[in-house]
Each structure stands twice: as C-alpha cells, then as structure tokens.
C-alpha cells in the first residue's frame, strides 16, 4: 500500500503488514509522525500524530499580575563584560 505523506508530501510504501493498522507511521523523509488507520489494505484515516498532552491544572483564581513600579531614571545594570579570547597560547611550563 502506498500512501504520501501528509506533512510533506513524499511517497513512500507501508507494504503488506500495515494492511489492517491503526496507528503512528514516521516518514522517512521529513521525519514526521502520521496517525494512520488502515482496513483491509485501504487507507480509511490518516491525520499528524498528536501526543497525548499532560493535562494542565486548574487556577482557583485568575488575576493580572500587579503592574511593575517604575523608578524615575533608574536602568537596569548590565553584566560585566568579558575580556575578548586571547589568539595567544599560555607558555608551556619546563619540563
């Protein structure tokens, strides 16, 4: 059974043991998985694959966060910066 890839569009051959298959398939052009289900060699559904995503928790209370202060002309310091890499190796020490 041939089948293009949903993603990108490369076809590619499942062959004879995806003949009844409900499942992911990865492409193996674009690397992509493709949630396929298949009956009796014919393509019924193909679709992306979308992991199971963990479920978020609820919030007891939503609320904006309280605005930021602003100092007059205060500014934010910046890192130090750092010394440019030297071209130079250090001396080797005597051996």
Do not use: K, W
């Not at 605005?67 to 205060?74: H, K």
């Amino acid at each position: 059974m041939r089948i293009n890839c949903i993603c990108c569009g490369h076809r590619f051959d499942l062959g004879d043991a995806y003949d009844d298959y409900d499942g992911p398939v990865r492409c193996a052009t674009c690397r992509n998985l493709i949630d396929i289900r298949t009956v009796g060699g014919a393509v019924r559904s193909m679709r992306p694959f979308v992991a199971f995503a963990q479920p978020q928790p609820a919030t007891a209370t939503t609320h904006s966060p309280a605005p930021a202060q602003q100092i007059e002309g205060a500014a934010l310091p910046f890192p130090a910066a750092a010394a440019p890499p030297s071209n130079t190796l250090p001396p080797r020490a005597a051996a």
